[in-house]
């Protein structure tokens, strides 16, 4: 379906790109004000463990939502070999950067097993 000279697949695509630009920004404010109630509350350690958790999350999502854009404007748009041979490698980037900031917040690769929830009662 043609909008003017965009196709409906492709405003989708900007779409899903301009929610996962404002995932990142919500991401940083959240990760700001989180490690600074942190810092007021507890102690600087755990500020920065707070600020690095919540800034992943927003990371994580975003880098999801970009995936999903990509996906959408190559397959719909121009699916050539060598677009999906960039989709591809665009995936495996994400993807690797997706598990690094998993083990920062985890502590944890995504295949291995969370650790069991201990009972400190």
Do not use: K, Y
């Not at 409906?8 to 899903?16: E, F, K, T």
């Not at 920004?25 to 463990?49: H, K, L, P, Q």
């Not at 690094?100 to 069991?116: D, F, I, K, M, S």
């Amino acid at each position: 379906m043609q909008i003017g000279d965009f196709t409906l697949a492709d405003r989708i695509a900007d779409l899903i790109e301009i929610a996962a630009v404002i995932v990142i920004a919500v991401g940083v404010v959240a990760a700001i004000t989180g490690g600074i109630i942190t810092r007021i509350r507890e102690d600087g350690r755990s500020a920065f463990t707070t600020f690095r958790r919540l800034m992943a999350r927003g990371l994580l999502i975003s880098l999801d939502l970009l995936i999903a854009a990509d996906i959408i404007r190559t397959v719909t748009l121009e699916p050539t070999l060598e677009n999906i041979a960039g989709l591809g490698l665009l995936v495996l980037i994400r993807t690797f950067l997706t598990w690094t900031l998993l083990v920062e917040t985890e502590g944890r690769w995504p295949w291995q097993q969370a650790p069991a929830p201990t009972d400190d009662s």
